[in-house]
């Protein structure tokens, strides 16, 4: 299964590319993303009439942008490092109520990269790292959180926190510039968009992009 996926992507990025060796330098990737997003709910909450929330799983879509730097070292060039700075948007519409949420996802990453194939016509291996930055969550109903903070004392909204992703996969490489890649993210940490403390109980929801899949183009310049 994975030398038909690594095929697939050499031939893409034969289309598009001569053929020469992988070089140190500059990168730009840019790609799609689907994400599993859990919505958990801890305890019981006011909601204004009309409004309501199921817990559960749901598909989240998005794109990707990342911009960096790759160094491979000694003269076989198969292991390497790449860090760079990264954004991801992610969009879901769940199943209830109307809900409509947006993601943005946003820091600095580092990855290990290590290169199992490596010739005049392909170099394709895997990666592993992890990255440090924020997450932030917006959605249709921001406003009706906000009022509801307003009218409960222990009651408060988070749209915003740190977040700490891994991510592992498989790349491909065909020509100084372009190459092509898969690989799965896991953001690990959550927290809550809104809480309300009652008698020492928290109560609260909470959105995870908790399974990330992308595909990547990268073109290094």
Same mark, same amino acid.
């Given at each position: 299964?994975?030398?038909?996926?690594?095929?697939?992507?050499?031939?893409?990025?034969?289309?598009?590319?001569?053929?020469?060796?992988?070089?140190?330098?500059?990168?730009?990737?840019?790609?799609?993303?689907?994400?599993?997003?859990?919505?958990?709910?801890?305890?019981?909450?006011?909601?204004?009439?009309?409004?309501?929330?199921?817990?559960?799983?749901?598909?989240?879509?998005?794109?990707?942008?990342?911009?960096?730097?790759?160094?491979?070292? +000694?003269?076989?060039?198969?292991?390497?490092?790449?860090?760079?700075? #990264?954004?991801?948007?992610?969009?879901?519409?769940?199943?209830?109520?109307?809900?409509?949420?947006?993601?943005?996802?946003?820091?600095?990453?580092?990855?290990?990269?290590?290169?199992?194939?490596?010739?005049?016509?392909?170099?394709?291996?895997?990666?592993?790292?992890?990255?440090?930055?924020?997450?932030?969550?917006?959605?249709?109903?921001?406003?009706?959180?906000?009022?509801?903070?307003?009218? #409960?004392?222990?009651?408060?909204?988070?749209?915003?926190?740190?977040?700490?992703?891994?991510?592992?996969?498989? +790349?491909?490489?065909?020509? +100084?510039?372009?190459?092509?890649?898969?690989?799965?993210?896991?953001?690990?940490?959550?927290?809550?968009?809104?809480?309300?403390?009652?008698?020492?109980?928290?109560?609260?929801?909470?959105?995870?992009?908790?399974?990330?899949?992308?595909?990547?183009?990268?073109?290094?310049?």
């Amino acid at each position: 299964m994975i030398s038909k996926i690594l095929k697939t992507l050499g031939f893409f990025c034969c289309v598009i590319g001569g053929l020469q060796a992988e070089k140190n330098g500059i990168f730009l990737a840019a790609g799609f993303q689907y994400s599993f997003l859990k919505t958990t709910l801890t305890g019981s909450f006011p909601l204004p009439d009309g409004a309501s929330i199921t817990p559960g799983q749901s598909s989240m879509y998005g794109a990707a942008l990342r911009f960096g730097y790759k160094r491979f070292f +000694r003269a076989q060039r198969r292991n390497g490092l790449r860090i760079y700075v #990264y954004y991801n948007y992610g969009y879901a519409s769940p199943t209830f109520a109307g809900l409509e949420l947006n993601n943005n996802a946003y820091g600095v990453g580092i990855d290990y990269l290590f290169d199992f194939l490596d010739n005049v016509r392909v170099q394709a291996g895997i990666f592993a790292g992890f990255g440090l930055g924020g997450s932030s969550w917006t959605s249709n109903q921001d406003q009706m959180f906000k009022k509801l903070v307003a009218s #409960y004392p222990n009651a408060a909204v988070n749209f915003s926190y740190f977040q700490l992703p891994l991510q592992w996969g498989l +790349r491909v490489n065909m020509n +100084r510039h372009h190459g092509m890649e898969i690989g799965v993210k896991i953001p690990l940490l959550h927290n809550f968009y809104f809480k309300d403390v009652i008698k020492g109980k928290t109560s609260g929801i909470t959105f995870q992009r908790n399974t990330i899949l992308y595909v990547q183009y990268v073109f290094a310049f």
